[in-house]
């Protein structure tokens, strides 16, 4: 069973960063997609990025190219999102996303087969 868990979250001012991490296990590395998404208040839960695990190609969502980016260890099966030039429309809950078995990079969430708990991301004006 895969087991996903995230951390790094916290409260920061606009203009700021913080770097989340999700930590893997129960399933292999050499292949899948792992993704992150956001979720605020009152809103649908978002695509924000995804790498895959074996070659390291990544997506972005438009509202976050440039400033964000998501990275993976394959030693210590994590996945990053560094998260630079923070703004207040970037607080959300976010979650890191995972299909073991992906062979590409879809940005729908119904293509995640596994999810974290989330962890709340908070950006002050």
């Known amino acids: 069973q895969v087991q996903l868990v995230e951390s790094g979250g916290g409260l920061v001012q606009a203009g700021g960063s913080l770097r989340l991490s999700c930590a893997a296990s129960g399933r292999t590395f050499s292949s899948g997609t792992m993704g992150w998404f956001r979720q605020a208040p009152g809103k649908e839960r978002e695509f924000v990025a995804a790498i895959s695990w074996r070659g390291g190609s990544t997506y972005y969502a438009d509202s976050v190219k440039g400033r964000f980016t998501i990275s993976r260890d394959n030693a210590k099966r994590t996945v990053y999102l560094q998260m630079n030039s923070l703004k207040p429309e970037d607080t959300a809950v976010y979650f890191c996303?995972?299909?073991?078995?992906?062979?590409?990079?879809?940005?729908?969430?119904?293509?995640?087969?596994?999810w974290g708990q989330g962890t709340q991301v908070t950006v002050s004006s």
């Open positions: 996303a995972d299909n073991p078995n992906a062979i590409a990079i879809i940005m729908s969430r119904a293509f995640y087969n596994y």
